[in-house]
């Protein structure tokens, strides 16, 4: 009981220190030695500083909370220093499992080695961490995104010479170069047969808007007010596209994909500015995270039927499907599933 007391006050004084929350499941703050010690889990998000990643966070710690678990939540707000530092925060707290969404998959790779010297397992959450020895990978399937987005543009811009600009995401973050993959996939066959051309790409650092923003920019100088789509693998880039748009008069005009489904994009898709996002119910992803890093914590079986090389093995994964949105389709995806309200999204 005394350990267990300690523990709490220790969250405490860190959650003072580092913004750490602690989510206390029903019959929380139970002694020890009044039945078996509750699971408690620690988050280490990216961010939460976008749209997507709140309702990632509250449904894990809603469904993780079901299970009898407490979840210790941490963000790094874009900082690896300090997502390795937010690791060694919950590990020194006594966690018995640790996921990660990790800002950088390649410098999280410390904070994986960090849990695995405590003897804590760690489950990757929709972006992989790379060279390491990652117990479990959870995400949804990222090339399959990729391919709806360029299948969707090819598909409505068929029987033109169609003049595409494309904005990727941020490189540190492995789920960026597989939506690229995927768009390859459906890209390449339709630029090799000269029914499209990319007229401009980049990459968006820290997949933010204002470098959208900066790269249609250059797309019209380079290109001209001359283009047909701005492929955007995400939905905070497809705001900067579209601003960018809206100054040239051309927002409505030019086909704008994303993803994630934000409420800002759900209206813009159903006002006209924006032509299509990919709908991930993250409901699926977070409760699936939940119940996995329950059983990591309690040291149950886990079983995962693909595999994803992450440059050191091949981390046990499972892949989540994905949904097309458009104006046609928001009916029977976002509105149907409760992800947004209709009134949120038609704004009246
Ligand atoms: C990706 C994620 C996307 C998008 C993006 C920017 O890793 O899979 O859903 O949110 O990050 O946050």
């Known amino acids: 009981m005394k350990a267990r007391i300690s523990l709490v006050v220790l969250s405490l004084v860190l959650s003072l220190l580092i913004g750490l929350t602690l989510h206390r499941g029903a019959g929380g703050g139970k002694a020890a030695g009044e039945g078996p010690r509750r699971p408690l889990i620690g988050l280490s998000m990216d961010t939460l500083e976008v749209e997507r990643w709140l309702h990632d966070r509250d449904l894990f710690v809603a469904r993780a909370k079901e299970l009898g678990a407490d979840v210790l939540v941490v963000s790094a707000n874009g900082n690896d220093t ?24 390649a410098a999280m790779a410390k904070g994986v080695a960090l849990a695995h010297e405590a003897g804590i397992p760690v489950l990757a959450y929709d972006r992989l961490i790379l060279n390491c020895d990652l117990d ?114 051309l927002a409505g005009k030019v086909l704008v994909t994303g993803q994630d489904a934000d409420l800002t994009s759900c209206q813009r898709i159903v006002e006209g500015t924006q032509a299509m996002t990919i709908y991930k119910p993250i409901k699926n992803l977070a409760h699936a995270a939940a119940e996995l890093a329950v059983r990591l914590a309690r040291r149950q079986v886990v079983v995962a039927k693909e595999e994803l090389a992450n440059g050191r093995i091949n981390v046990p994964s499972i892949y989540l499907p994905v949904h097309v949105v458009d104006k046609d389709t928001m009916e029977s995806t976002v509105i149907a599933d409760g992800f947004h309200k209709r009134e949120a999204i038609y704004q009246h």
Request: proline share 2%; hydrophobic share 40%.
């Open 136 to 249: 479990l990978y959870l995400t949804f399937d990222n090339v399959r995104v990729g391919e709806l987005q360029a299948g969707y543009l090819v598909d409505k811009l068929k029987g033109r010479k169609a003049r595409i600009v494309r904005l990727m995401g941020s490189k540190t973050d492995n789920n960026a170069f597989l939506f690229k993959q995927g768009q390859d996939n459906i890209l390449n066959p339709a630029i090799a047969a000269g029914d499209i051309e990319i007229v401009h790409e980049d990459w968006c650092d820290g997949w933010r808007p204002e470098n959208a923003k900066k790269a249609v920019n250059a797309a019209i100088t380079k290109a001209g007010r001359n283009i047909d789509a701005v492929l955007c693998s995400s939905d905070i880039l497809s705001g900067g596209a579209i601003q960018v748009l809206l100054e040239e008069g």
């Open 82 to 105: 300090r997502q390795i530092r937010d690791c060694e925060a919950l590990i020194s707290n006594k966690i018995d499992a640790l996921v990660i969404i990790p800002h950088d998959g």
